[in-house]
């Protein structure tokens, strides 16, 4: 097909219009997501995730037992027809207990997760944007947070809010777990701020709020998924430790650290106590790791999956 061109000098001539190669270009989104579409971690990361979603959500309306009934016949039974996963020494069925452990551990890793995230985005972005002595003052708080050990924290805090429902423990995540990657999105956004897109929304007298949200964060959004991702993964595994401890989440709420930790004392005499909630929560962080890794991978060529 023939159109015209015109030179610089305004003289018409006529040639073939380039032809853009299918495929070749297009926004950061699509390439991303058809770097994921030929990952094979990606789509066994999120089918296994989904499906633990599914279950943790639509399982216990499908099952007759919920994790407080009791079953007084069978106590520290084994798996069988009535109980898929055996009951404990209290006659508690152990797949309702997982189920709901599932529940509870995805809620607290999601929220806490993507709190993180979000406030390490906020202020990272901010902080870097605007400099000078609120950039040095922003800096000097998340130092001296990062210095503060996490446990600490919750050892002094722990009083308040035991007994508390699960939300406080995901919130006290969230809270608690942005430092490190505020730190980078502030060095990302040092960076952007120097770009002509940026310094021209500046000089034309936007907010900082403004030009924050339309130009920094979706250029530190790729960082802030694959964070994400694997901060999720992080949270759940902190909640694990934490039951470890004896500082997770309380009973009657149920997760899968607080399981593990209960049947850890009789894994190798009743051993299904103790597998089941352990596999459950190694398909989590599997799942979670895929995925971070694909994102990672498909965001960032240079990654060593990529390389050579």
Do not use: K
């Amino acid at each position: 097909m023939m159109s015209e061109l015109v030179l610089a000098q305004g003289e018409p001539v006529e040639g073939p219009t380039p032809q853009t190669p299918p495929g070749r270009h297009g926004s950061r989104a699509a390439i991303i997501w058809r770097t994921l579409r030929t990952n094979a971690r990606f789509w066994v990361g999120a089918s296994l995730l989904a499906v633990l979603i599914v279950w943790a959500i639509a399982g216990p309306f499908l099952w007759p037992w919920r994790s407080v009934d009791q079953d007084t016949d069978w106590l520290l039974a084994p798996p069988m027809a009535g109980h898929w996963f055996g009951t404990d020494e209290l006659g508690h069925d152990v797949y309702a207990q997982v189920m709901s452990g599932l529940g509870i551990s995805l809620t607290v890793g999601f929220i806490g997760g993507l709190l993180a995230t979000a406030l390490a985005a906020v202020i990272g972005a901010f902080a870097g944007y605007i400099g000078g002595a609120g950039d040095a003052i922003i800096t000097w708080m998340v130092n001296l947070l990062l210095v503060i050990p996490t446990f600490f924290i919750l050892i002094i805090c722990y009083p308040f809010f035991r007994g508390s429902s699960y939300w406080i423990i995901a919130l006290f995540f969230g809270l608690t777990g942005w430092m490190i990657t505020s730190q980078v999105i502030r060095a990302q956004t040092r960076a952007l701020r120097e770009r002509d897109y940026v310094r021209a929304a500046r000089f034309m007298g936007f907010p900082p709020f403004t030009v924050v949200r339309r130009h920094i964060i979706p250029n530190v959004a790729s960082l802030l998924i694959v964070d994400a991702a694997l901060g999720i993964g992080g949270v759940i595994l902190a909640e694990t430790t934490l039951s470890i401890f004896g500082f997770g989440i309380q009973p009657p709420a149920v997760s899968l650290g607080g399981l593990i930790f209960d049947g850890s004392s009789s894994a190798t005499t009743r051993p299904w106590l103790f597998m089941f909630p352990g596999f459950t929560l190694v398909a989590i962080l599997f799942s979670l790791n895929l995925l971070g890794d694909a994102l990672r991978d498909a965001i960032d060529p240079t990654s060593g999956a990529n390389r050579g």
